[in-house]
Antibody
Framework: EVQLVESGGGLVKPGESLRLSCAAS????????VNWVRQAPGKGLEWVAS????????YYADSVKGRFTISRDDAKNSLFLQMNSLRAEDTALYFC??????????????WGKGTTVTVSS | DIQMTQSPSSLSASVGDRVTITCRAG??????LNWYQQKPGKAPKLLIY???SLQSGVPSRFSGSGSGTNFTLTISSLQAEDFATYYC?????????FGQGTKLEIK
């Protein structure tokens, strides 16, 4: 069974840092692109970042570029999101999601339950 | 970024109704369009990928259509478990974007 389990969320002050983790199991993690997607309280989904297999291709949403860093450790089947210079608007539930593609169309077929990040003074 | 606009933002319907949700892209995206369902407190669930392909295990009452800039998600006969929020997502760009969501509520 494919499983993604996020951890590392918490309450931090503006300007502080936090590192999220996502532990994957039930599939060959190293061969998949994986994503971070977030959802602010009561709001819609926002894609945050993606990292391809072998970390060849990395992309960020404009809202986090320069502050967040996505990375992976294939030996540990883990995905990470290093979040620096956090702002109140980064407050959200953060999901990791596995990426598949068909005929060049990418889509997210498996999701974790999320970890909550709250940025408040 | 490619803007995705869903309509309506909310919708009231009854069990058994046929429902259509629309998603419009700010530029042509071919068939690089996916649909997700999200229930309160849960992770999103993939329904449709590549505009028209039904994800394995998703009931056949869900269908998707469209290409270019205009897309639709149709539920042919609403069931109680379908009341949720629905999102479209474009993956034509490496910077993916979601629509703002359509909340489907019980009438």
């Amino acid at each position: 069974e494919v499983q993604l389990v996020e951890s590392g969320g918490g309450l931090v002050k503006p300007g502080e840092s936090l590192r999220l983790s996502c532990a994957a199991s039930g599939f060959d993690f190293s061969t998949y692109t994986v994503n971070w997607v977030r959802q602010a309280p009561g709001k819609g989904l926002e894609w945050v970042a993606s990292i391809s297999s072998s970390s060849l291709h990395i992309y960020y949403a404009d809202s986090v570029k320069g502050r967040f860093t996505i990375s992976r450790d294939d030996a540990k089947n883990s995905l990470f999101l290093q979040m620096n210079s956090l702002r109140a608007e980064d407050t959200a539930l953060y999901f990791c999601a596995r990426d598949l593609f068909w005929s060049r169309v990418h889509y997210m077929d498996a999701w974790g339950k999320g970890t909550t990040v709250t940025v408040s003074s | 970024d490619i803007q995705m606009t869903q309509s309506p933002s909310s919708l009231s319907a009854s069990v058994g109704d046929r429902v259509t949700i629309t998603c419009r892209a700010g530029q042509s995206i071919g068939i690089f369009l996916n649909w997700y369902q999200q229930k309160p407190g849960k992770a999103p669930k993939l329904l449709i990928y590549a505009a028209t392909s039904l994800q394995s295990g998703v009931p056949s009452r869900f269908s998707g259509s469209g290409s270019g800039t205009n897309f639709t998600l149709t539920i042919s006969s609403l069931q109680a478990e379908d009341f949720a929020t629905y999102y479209c997502e474009q993956t034509n760009s490496n910077l993916r974007t979601f629509g703002q969501g359509t909340k489907l509520e019980i009438k």
